[in-house]
């Protein structure tokens, strides 16, 4: 729940033990994300209120914009060369990801990063998921988690194009 701004609504798997710290300025609410036991995957999910007065801001190409930008920033520590940009759309989520090889990780820290920007109706967000195997089935749950999340603020649902 973002303070006075609604609700994401997120179908998390009862593997993952979650815990949520609420933030009143800016209104958001930041999600860390593990297995319920071992050290599988590290995942943080930040949600925040998008201000009415500019909803430019959570359109596909601005989300895929940041996204874009976020991974360019983190090439000089990646295997790979490039960013290759993953669209992921729901029902009510617009969102961009994509996927580094740390180059050199030190011990006791993840291999993979998935990263990416999320909409859905009043609310955007980041996430992160940190792995060590790319292909780790909390990575894809986590993934689906995201795109199936739903938006409502006071018995009412977010427009999947935007916020309202």
Avoid: C
């Avoid at 179908?11 to 209104?27: D, H, R, W, Y």
């Avoid at 990575?139 to 409502?152: D, I």
């Amino acid at each position: 729940m973002v303070p006075d701004h609604g609700k994401l609504s997120l179908s998390v798997p009862a593997t993952f033990g979650i815990s949520t710290q609420t933030l009143a300025e800016p209104p958001s609410v930041i999600l860390q994300i593990r297995p319920a036991t071992g050290n599988a995957f590290a995942a943080k999910i930040t949600v925040v209120w998008l201000d009415s007065s500019n909803p430019n801001r959570a359109t596909p190409g601005a989300i895929r914009t940041i996204t874009q930008n976020a991974g360019m920033a983190r090439l000089d520590t990646a295997v790979e060369k490039t960013i290759t940009i993953q669209d992921m759309n729901g029902p009510q989520t617009v969102a961009a990801y994509f996927v580094l090889t740390d180059r050199n990780p030190k011990p006791g820290e993840f291999k993979y990063l998935t990263q990416g920007t999320y909409s859905a109706g009043e609310l955007m967000g980041a996430f992160m998921i940190l792995s060590n195997d790319p292909n780790a089935p909390e990575v894809s749950q986590t993934l689906r988690m995201l795109k199936a999340a739903t938006y409502s603020r006071a018995g009412r649902t977010a427009n999947p194009s935007g916020p309202k």
